[in-house]
């Protein structure tokens, strides 16, 4: 991430409600150390193999107990209207001093060939996730510059950075590349598509106005090459944003998400929000006890995460002081702040 530098700080973009939002989905030292939890179908389908199964009540008392079991290795989580806001809230499950990111969209990992347009939650909007006292909005963005899709997916992130703007709410974007009909997703120049497409999105989002990127990791570990390949991939995502990016984890296994996110933040990257890397097992495992084990399994996972963002990362910690300070912020700032 290109370092926040006086003047940028001190610009048109200044706003207090943002920076103590994003503050508060950040650990102390700057990184962001989220778990995704805000995930749907795909949730209920490890609870069991036929969601239809799983009803409200197990689906919200199966997201507390992970909720409960991770929430002192992460600096914030991101939960879902339908199953995880409300009742992480009231129940306590999640603790006044951590963060807490929302989604915006109702999607699953199911999806029809050809290009992809992004789905709201009905009756859910950026003013909601204000009024709950969520911290950051996210939204799942389905992106490719090449799709008869691209401009309207483009107004749609337009739209949601005026809004957010209005609330003082920041918004974080993850855009997703996906195949469009009849191409081969197992050929290496798809591939090779692919990593210039997740770089390309992000900065297109960042020019786009969004407060933060999460995105998918741009290539492979699997080999040294590979790695290599990736870490190039990520300096470039890096070079062309002003804003913290942090690393997905796309279900990927633990092991190889562990790698990148060492390359990611190596490469400017702010840290993680990583879901069913870590916590698959804790929620499909069905065994109390062993069930209990692999909790514990994916608390140490984000702990051994954190240690890698924090040895290797970038921290987001944009700061003005003194004469700055006093520069960007006169006496009577709140005057015309949002008036």
Not at 3 to 32: E, I, N, W, Y
Not at 80 to 102: C, E, K, Q, T
Not at 218 to 246: I, T
């Amino acid at each position: 991430m290109t370092t926040l530098t006086t003047q940028a700080a001190a610009g048109p973009a200044l706003d207090p409600g943002k920076a103590r939002s994003l503050q508060r989905v950040t650990s102390p030292d700057g990184f962001f150390l989220i778990c995704a939890l805000d995930h749907l179908s795909d949730f209920q389908q490890l609870l069991a193999p036929d969601p239809g199964t799983v009803d409200y009540a197990r689906t919200v008392e199966a997201k507390l107990e992970l909720i409960r079991a991770l929430v002192p290795e992460v600096s914030a989580f991101l939960l879902d209207a339908r199953f995880g806001l409300a009742p992480a809230i009231f129940s306590r499950a999640l603790p006044g001093n951590v963060g807490l990111m929302a989604s915006i969209e109702d999607e699953d990992y199911q999806h029809r060939p050809g290009a992809r347009k992004t789905r709201f939650r009905e009756h859910w909007g950026t003013r909601q996730i204000k009024l709950i006292g969520a911290d950051v909005c996210k939204l799942l963005w389905f992106y490719r510059p090449d799709a008869p899709t691209a401009e309207h997916q483009r107004q749609v992130v337009a739209q949601l950075v005026a809004e957010c703007r209005e609330l003082s709410l920041p918004l974080v974007v993850e855009p997703i590349w996906y195949p469009l009909g009849g191409e081969d997703t197992t050929s290496s120049a798809w591939r090779r598509r692919r990593v210039d497409g997740i770089i390309e999105s992000a900065h297109t989002a960042a020019e786009l106005g969004v407060d933060m990127l999460k995105v998918e990791f741009p290539g492979d570990v699997g080999s040294e090459e590979g790695r290599s390949a990736a870490a190039e991939a990520c300096g470039r995502l890096d070079a062309g944003v002003e804003v913290p990016w942090v690393i997905l984890s796309a279900g990927v296994g633990y092991d190889d998400f562990k790698r990148q996110v060492e390359i990611a933040s190596a490469a400017g990257g702010s840290g993680f929000l990583a879901g069913r890397s870590i916590w698959r097992d804790a929620v499909s495992i069905h065994e109390p006890e062993r069930r209990h084990l692999a909790a514990r399994q994916a608390a140490g996972r984000l702990a051994e995460l954190a240690a890698i963002t924090r040895a290797v990362g970038c921290p987001f910690r944009p700061a003005l002081e003194g004469k700055d300070l006093v520069a960007a912020l006169a006496e009577d700032w709140y005057v015309d702040w949002h008036s």
